[in-house]
C-alpha cells in the first residue's frame, strides 16, 4: 500500500471546497441573472433611480415645495436621500423640514424620515424642531414621533419622548411632555 503525502491531502481538500464553493456562487449568479433576463428585479434591488428631483404640488390650500437628491425605487417601496422641503401653509405659516434620508412603502403607504429637523414660522415666532425618527402614515394623515421630538425657540421648549401630529397641526404626548416658557419680559 502507497501512502499519500499529508501536503497532497491538504490540497485535495482545499480543491475540493474551492469547488464546492465554486459551484454555489455559480448557482446565485445563475439565478439572478434569469431574474433580470425574465425581467425580474430581484428583492431589494431598485429598478430605477432618480436624481434632483424637484416638485411643487399643492395640497388642501398648502404650498409643497420639495427637493430631493435622490430615489431608489422598487416595486412598493422608495428610498429617498438628501429630503429637503418646504410648505407654504394657507394659514400663513411656513415649514421648513431636511433630513439625510428616508423611506417609502406603497403597499400600505407610510413613510419613515430619519433625523428630521427644521422650522416653524408663524409671523414672527419661529420654532426650530428636530426628532430621531418621523413616521408618516398616509390613511390616518398623521405623523408620529416615536422616538422623542424637540422643539425650541424664543417663546419656549417643548420635548416630547413620544409624540403624534394630527391634523390641524394638533401634537399628541401622550406618553409625557415638558414645555418651557421663557421670561420675554427679562430679554432685551
Do not use: C
Not at 429637523?117 to 419661529?126: A, E, H, R
Not at 422623542?148 to 416630547?160: C, I, K, T, W, Y
Not at 399628541?172 to 432685551?188: H, P, V
Amino acid at each position: 500500500m502507497r501512502e499519500t503525502s499529508p501536503w497532497r491531502k491538504r490540497i485535495l481538500i482545499l480543491l475540493l471546497i474551492l469547488g464546492i464553493g465554486g459551484y454555489f456562487a455559480f448557482e446565485v449568479i445563475q439565478d439572478a441573472a434569469r431574474d433580470l433576463s425574465e425581467g425580474r428585479i430581484p428583492a431589494g434591488i431598485p429598478d430605477s433611480i432618480l436624481e434632483n428631483i424637484t416638485m411643487d404640488r399643492e395640497m388642501n390650500g398648502d404650498l409643497w415645495k420639495a427637493n430631493v437628491g435622490k430615489v431608489e425605487r422598487g416595486k412598493d417601496w422608495a428610498n429617498l436621500f438628501s429630503i429637503d422641503v418646504e410648505v407654504l401653509r394657507g394659514n400663513g405659516q411656513i415649514w421648513t423640514l431636511k433630513a439625510p434620508k428616508g423611506r417609502y412603502f406603497e403597499k400600505n403607504m407610510r413613510a419613515d424620515i430619519t433625523e428630521p429637523k427644521g422650522t416653524m414660522t408663524d409671523g414672527g415666532i419661529l420654532f426650530h424642531y428636530r426628532a430621531p425618527l418621523a413616521s408618516w402614515d398616509q390613511k390616518s394623515n398623521s405623523v408620529v414621533f416615536s422616538r422623542g421630538f424637540e422643539a425650541s425657540g424664543d417663546l419656549g421648549l417643548f420635548e416630547a419622548g413620544h409624540m403624534t401630529l394630527v391634523p390641524g397641526g394638533i401634537m399628541e404626548a401622550d406618553k409625557g411632555a415638558t414645555l418651557k416658557w421663557f421670561d420675554q419680559e427679562g430679554k432685551q
